[in-house]
């Protein structure tokens, strides 16, 4: 889809440029190590778009390069003077020597292409990387109802949703030594929310995630980065329903408890009356009110 529309519509339903350069910020700590280690080695964004991850790299002293089919997105990047080009990001992929290359981003783009096409862009990405380089692939997150059944379908380039375990499977299949899923923009506060309500669970999860897969060979740069691929990022659609099971369980024990504490005090109370009553039968007409007085006192205490 070329010409002004793609772009309008990003600019209506993605975001801002800065909401989205501060939702990316979370890739840098996985990014700047490599490119340290490799700082002439091409870093490469297959569908660039806007071009808001080349800008946040550049503002972070990261030369990059993009591709992009739509002319549209490329006028973007352009007018902000980016390194762009208007190139198929598989085809783009092919033309380069093996090895060269730190990086290779992709977001929101494999949920454009059929999966035959994503597990090659993937297997080209192997090729060019260096040893130790990171390929990094974002996509809407179907764990999330929502997005799983609405606004994934806003775009009308979208393919389907591809589930989580799926895509991190590809780069693990591919021969990359270490693969991460980071599940990215949760709902504030859903991780910790004390009582979760069924449009939590349906709508809280992380609507976007990455798999973000490093190539082996440089145990220096995998080191590095093993305490980032070791935090947990996010929270799983399964997660929160599980939370939200647990904590009903929670307070359905609780009500148990309370209902059983009822049983009993009113057991408690229909003996101490049974009592009276028996006492009443035995006693003089004029100590009614005093068996009654010292019953209170003692169902008060």
């Given at each position: ?5 793609y ?6 339903f993605?975001?801002?440029?800065g909401?989205?350069q ?108 260096k ?26 380039t979208h393919?389907r ?38 449009l ?42 599980e ?7 929670d ?9 059983s ?26 100590t009614?009110?005093?068996v ?9 205490s």
């Open positions: 889809m070329s010409d002004q529309f772009r309008a519509f990003e600019e209506k993605r975001g801002p440029r909401l989205i501060q939702r990316l910020e979370v890739y840098l700590p996985f990014v700047q190590p490599v490119c340290a280690a490799y700082p002439e080695a091409l870093v490469f964004d297959l569908g660039c778009g806007r071009g808001e991850w080349l800008e946040l790299l550049q503002k972070n002293s990261i030369a990059a390069m993009g591709v992009d089919l739509d002319t549209g997105m490329l006028a973007a990047c352009q007018q902000i003077n980016l390194k762009v080009q208007c190139q198929d990001a598989l085809e783009s992929l092919k033309q380069l020597q093996d090895g060269s290359a730190s990086v290779v981003s992709a977001f929101h783009l494999v949920e454009h292409l059929p999966f035959d096409r994503v597990k090659d862009l993937v297997a080209e990405c192997h090729r060019v990387l040893p130790g380089g990171l390929l990094i692939m974002e996509t809407p997150n179907p764990e999330n109802f929502m997005v799983a059944t609405h606004n994934f379908y806003l775009d009308p393919l949703p591809i589930p989580p375990d799926l895509l991190a499977f590809v780069p693990e299949y591919l021969g990359y030594e270490s693969v991460k899923i980071l599940r990215l923009q949760e709902t504030a506060g859903v991780k910790t929310h004390p009582n979760l309500s069924m939590d669970v349906l709508t809280g999860a992380s609507p976007d995630y990455a798999v973000v897969a490093q190539k082996a060979g440089h145990t220096a740069l995998k080191q590095s980065l093993q305490a980032l691929f070791d935090q947990a990022f996010g929270i799983s659609g399964y997660a929160l329903l939370r939200q099971r647990l904590q009903a369980n307070i359905g024990f609780k009500l148990e408890k309370s209902i504490k009822t049983e009993i005090l009113l057991a408690q109370t229909q003996a101490q009356l049974d009592r009276v009553e028996i006492r009443l039968q035995i006693s003089p007409s004029g009614y009110k005093g009654i007085g010292r019953l209170f006192l003692q169902f008060l």
